[in-house]
């Protein structure tokens, strides 16, 4: 693996190049500083470039057919699982997490890239009985045409994947904008894509940052979709930003994720369960666990573990063996996190454990945070409604499961939930009534498959998902088609006919 700082350019049109003003920005590894590359700062030129290029290439693209869109799509889950090692490594390095998640993020493209690639040979479509004798009714699938992908930083292999894999097997071409923090892994997944045969132009990447170069493809006439990762706050200015065209928009956002622990729970699975959730990936996936509705007669015991399990947790660079919880992405990250210190404090919370960076050693020199457990957390409090992003948890304490799900969905976000209970009438109402997009029953609030929906209700999205076949309803027009073979012309709603 070689990792040396480098110089990357963007790619328009099959070609390697500088923003068009020269500018560049530097991408250093979170847990100890290293300068890991620089990259071009992406104009509004760039972009309307990038763009010119994605619809240059997309009548070639769309007209290939989708079974060889989908070998494309095949080769490259090929590449990619001979060089998942480095590829764990190297996003590592970039974005923090710990070896053993970033194998997992390398994994979750594989996946996609494959479940994708078999779609060119699926995609169905629906063949139903025509009203009028000797027609035939059925719909098909059109791409939407060249779309925007503007992806965060905590999943930078997965995420982007998620996007690009069902664009490109639906035919649509791409101009693809990663986060600023991670595009290093996002630059290995398009040059996999290229090397498995994608064809100029029909996947253009600008670097840089949201408010150019997001922007820009965000507000450009000529993008029809926008398909968007990341907070809740820049979801809505790009539907703003996307209103003007009637664009498309695909949002996956926030979410404020949480697991019930009843009392007849096993305490060991739901202990186990939320320290994973709440501080694998440092608190930073959008199915992160950060709250924990417990019931009154386990709450004690289940705060104790929670505790002495956070607090047994082993900080340090991902990389190294016996790590458990790497840096957070940057400083304001951290700045943000520790500044929810004073507003639980504010809130009334007790802190239970952490609540400050962590600066021993090495841990100095990245942006490290202890994992951090409030306890007794009003369900109002902010804490337990604002999204944190970071290794903090609350936990809330109830006196009945029917309190226990009102407080679950008492947030604005509907993303992740889970129950840790074996009353099986308990957990089916469960799933019933917890109103997100993604429950689990006797498992953490995290560890989605590629092969079923993924995203929220309410303020976590738009109605849209990733991944599954769902995703195929985001990169795609249906198109109804009728096909007359009576040799008259019939009229729907209107013959009279006698049979
Ligand atoms: P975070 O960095 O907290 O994950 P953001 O939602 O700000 O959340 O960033 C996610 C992605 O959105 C990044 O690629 C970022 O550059 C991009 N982005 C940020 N602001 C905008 C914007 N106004 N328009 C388009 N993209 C944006």
Redesign the pocket.
């Known amino acids: 693996m070689t990792v040396a700082t480098a110089t990357y350019k963007n790619l328009i049109g099959g070609e390697w190049v500088d923003s068009s003003d020269g500018a560049t920005f530097e991408v250093k590894d979170p847990a100890n500083g290293e300068l890991l590359g620089v990259f071009p700062e992406s104009t509004r030129e760039d972009v309307d470039r990038a763009v010119a290029a994605a619809r240059g290439a997309y009548d070639k693209w769309r007209l290939m057919p989708a079974p060889h869109r989908g070998e494309i799509l095949y080769k490259a889950a090929e590449i990619m699982v001979e060089r998942k090692e480095d590829l764990a490594r190297e996003m590592t390095r970039e974005m923090g997490k710990v070896l053993a998640e970033t194998r997992g993020d390398v994994q979750e493209a594989i996946d996609m890239l494959y479940y994708m690639g078999g779609e060119g040979r699926r995609m169905f479509g629906e063949v139903v009985p025509s009203e009028l004798p000797d027609k035939m009714a059925l719909s098909t699938r059109l791409p939407v045409g060249v779309v925007g992908a503007?992806?965060?930083?905590?999943f930078p292999i997965a995420i982007p994947s998620w996007k690009l894999a069902p664009a490109l097997i639906c035919g649509n071409t791409v101009v693809f904008?990663?986060?600023?923090?991670t595009p290093i892994l996002s630059l290995r997944l398009v040059e996999i894509l290229i090397e498995a045969g994608l064809p100029k132009g029909v996947v253009n990447v600008v670097f840089?940052?949201?408010?150019v170069?997001?922007?820009a493809?965000?507000k450009h006439a000529d993008v029809d979709l926008i398909t968007?990762?990341?907070?809740t706050?820049?979801?809505k200015?790009?539907t703003k930003?996307a209103a003007e065209d009637l664009k498309r928009v695909s949002l996956e956002l926030g979410g404020k994720n949480v697991i019930i622990v009843h009392e007849d729970a096993d305490l060991d699975l739901a202990v186990e369960g939320i320290v994973w959730s709440a501080f694998g990936t440092s608190g930073q996936r959008c199915t992160a666990a950060s709250r924990i509705v417990i019931h009154e007669k386990v709450y004690d015991e289940v705060a104790k573990r929670v505790v002495a399990a956070a607090e047994a947790l082993t900080l340090g660079h991902g990389l190294e063996d016996g790590t458990d919880v790497g840096p957070v992405i940057n400083q304001k990250?951290l700045d943000r996190i520790s500044s929810y210190r004073a507003i639980g404090e504010a809130d009334g919370a007790t802190l239970l454990t952490g609540g400050e960076r962590a600066t021993e050693g090495d841990l100095a020199d990245g942006f490290f945070y202890k994992p951090t457990v409030w306890g007794n957390v009003s369900p109002k409090a902010r804490i337990a409604q604002e999204e944190i992003?970071g290794p903090v948890t609350a936990l809330i304490k109830v006196s009945s499961f029917d309190e226990a799900i009102a407080v679950a969905n008492d947030t604005t976000y509907g993303l992740s939930s889970s129950i840790f209970t074996k009353d099986v009438n308990l957990a089916f109402k469960a799933m019933r009534d917890l109103y997100t997009g993604i429950t689990y029953i006797n498992a953490g609030t995290t560890g989605a498959e590629i092969q079923l929906p993924f995203g929220g209700t309410k303020g976590t999205g738009n109605g849209h998902r990733d991944a599954g076949t769902a995703a195929l309803d985001v990169y795609t027009e249906w198109k109804a088609l009728y096909i007359d073979f009576s040799g008259k012309i019939q009229k729907a709603q209107i013959d009279e006919l006698t049979f």
């Not at 904008?177 to 923090?181: G, H």
């Open positions: 503007i992806t965060p930083w905590n904008k990663p986060a600023e923090d840089g940052h949201g408010a170069a997001g922007d493809i965000v968007f990762t990341g907070s706050a820049t979801g200015a790009i930003g990250q992003f």
